[in-house]
């Protein structure tokens, strides 16, 4: 799943679990007591869901001389040649959508989609293509 989706996600929790507090200094007692039962629940299960995180998974390259890119974009620096076989962390097992590539990884193959790893401390993308979790 990709970041900024996740970032959304907690934003609208955010915003949600801040209405409430307003909600419930305009409204009957009667109303206030079941929202904020409501509410109980919901932060519950809010807090349930934050506290599983996608799990890491490991990357094997399957092609010679992948270039590993510092953005999903063709343009991107290339700033390292990956090898069949290396291992790599890919943090959330996320996969992105950016720049429409054509690779050599065993056979020619052509996709819009990017693996996210973690390279020396930091995201770096390759060919999802180019690689088998």
Request: charge should be positive; charged fraction near 10%.
């Amino acid at each position: 799943m990709p970041p900024f989706r996740n970032a959304l996600r907690r934003a609208a929790r955010a915003a949600a679990l801040l209405a409430i507090p307003v909600a419930l200094l305009l409204m009957p007692a009667a109303a206030t007591a079941a929202l904020a039962s409501t509410t109980a629940v919901a932060a519950s299960s809010a807090a349930h869901a934050a506290a599983a995180p996608a799990a890491n998974c490991t990357v094997t390259i399957t092609g010679s001389n992948v270039n590993l890119r510092t953005g999903p974009h063709l343009s991107s620096t290339a700033i390292a040649e990956l090898q069949k076989g290396q291992k790599f962390t890919s943090p959330g097992c996320t996969t992105v959508v950016g720049d429409q590539y054509g690779a050599t990884c065993g056979a020619h193959v052509g996709s819009n989609t990017w693996r996210e790893i973690t390279y020396k401390s930091n995201t770096r993308y390759f060919a999802a293509e180019c690689g088998n979790v």
